[in-house]
């Protein structure tokens, strides 16, 4: 007991400084794709600048709107980060303390959860922007986890498991990019508008909604927030690496494919405008939709054939 434990504390604290530097990258990449450097100051080309932002905002006095609802208006980002860092138990650890046979299932549990806090944050703040954002989120997340869901089913067809580690097994001579390359960029496209991430930001619309659902939040309550969506970004990318680029947690190329699909996530941020709603909502209804359900039957078909 004591073993699992000390192993999540670390895993926590690793994910928490991936995360800063997660920013960090994004930072970076965002001034070289707008011409410009950067955060460049605070210590080595600015390499210290996440920490010494997380102390600025830590350190700044909270402030809560008055008619706000206290409870949930506090309580909603500690629940948020607590989602997005108690969903890394699913990683495909090659001892068998944390690894558990259902971890997919517990993923898409997980990821139902985010929804209810994005909605909390909102409605509980008292801001006709913040409750904007929140019902904004709330359809977005819950329109792209249909299609999440249904391509999570085709591969769990393919591999036969819901556990993560059958997918590292039967990746080891073809990646799962190779037959499922179009249900790949689907699953791109749907972690994007999962994490609220451009060309999907509706939930954080600064042009439309000031700063979206969490625009009444301040100090230690928004880095929470900024934690939670980092942390899912980077969660994101290394299911995209398990589920279809293939790899164990001991080999480095592992973490090379990891920090590629971050790279994505941020090139896409600095690429493409954020979409009308209405594109979005068709997007995830009129294009996703019947691609995942095709694909689910034709992989159904196959291993039906495989198995006569």
Do not use: H
Request: glycine share 6%; aromatic share 18%.
């Amino acid at each position: 007991m004591f073993l699992v434990v000390a192993e999540l504390l670390v895993l926590i604290i690793f994910v928490l400084v991936s995360v800063a530097f997660l920013t960090l990258l994004e930072r970076k990449v965002l001034g070289y794709i707008q011409i410009r450097k950067g955060p460049n100051k605070v210590g080595f080309m600015g390499v210290f600048q996440p920490f010494s932002d997380a102390v600025k905002l830590f350190i700044k006095e909270q402030s809560y709107p008055m008619l706000s609802n206290y409870l949930l208006y506090y309580l909603s980002p500690v629940i948020s980060l607590f989602i997005s860092l108690i969903v890394w138990a699913v990683m495909p650890y090659m001892n068998v303390i944390i690894n558990f046979s259902l971890g997919l299932l517990f993923f898409l549990c997980c990821m139902s959860l985010g929804v209810y806090t994005i909605l909390s944050a909102g409605w509980s703040s008292n801001s006709k922007y913040g409750l904007l954002g929140g019902l904004r989120g709330v359809a977005q997340t819950i329109s792209y986890e249909v299609s999440l869901a249904l391509i999570l089913l085709s591969l769990v067809f393919l591999a036969g498991s819901f556990d993560l580690m059958s997918f590292c097994y039967i990746q080891e001579y073809v990646w799962l990019l190779v037959p499922a390359f179009p249900l790949s960029l689907c699953w791109l496209a749907s972690c994007l508008a999962e994490t609220n991430r451009t060309p999907f930001d509706f939930a954080e619309g600064e042009s439309e909604l000031v700063s979206g659902f969490n625009v009444e939040y301040s100090a230690g309550g928004f880095a929470l927030i900024f934690m939670a969506e980092y942390a899912s970004i980077l969660f994101m990318s290394m299911l995209f690496s398990v589920l279809f680029l293939g790899g164990d947690l001991y080999s480095f190329m592992f973490y090379l494919k990891l920090c590629f699909v971050c790279f994505v996530f941020v090139w896409v941020r600095g690429s493409l405008p954020r979409f009308r709603y209405d594109k979005l909502m068709y997007l995830a209804w009129k294009s996703f939709l019947p691609i995942s359900l095709n694909y689910l039957i034709f992989f159904v078909g196959m291993k039906l054939l495989l198995m006569n």
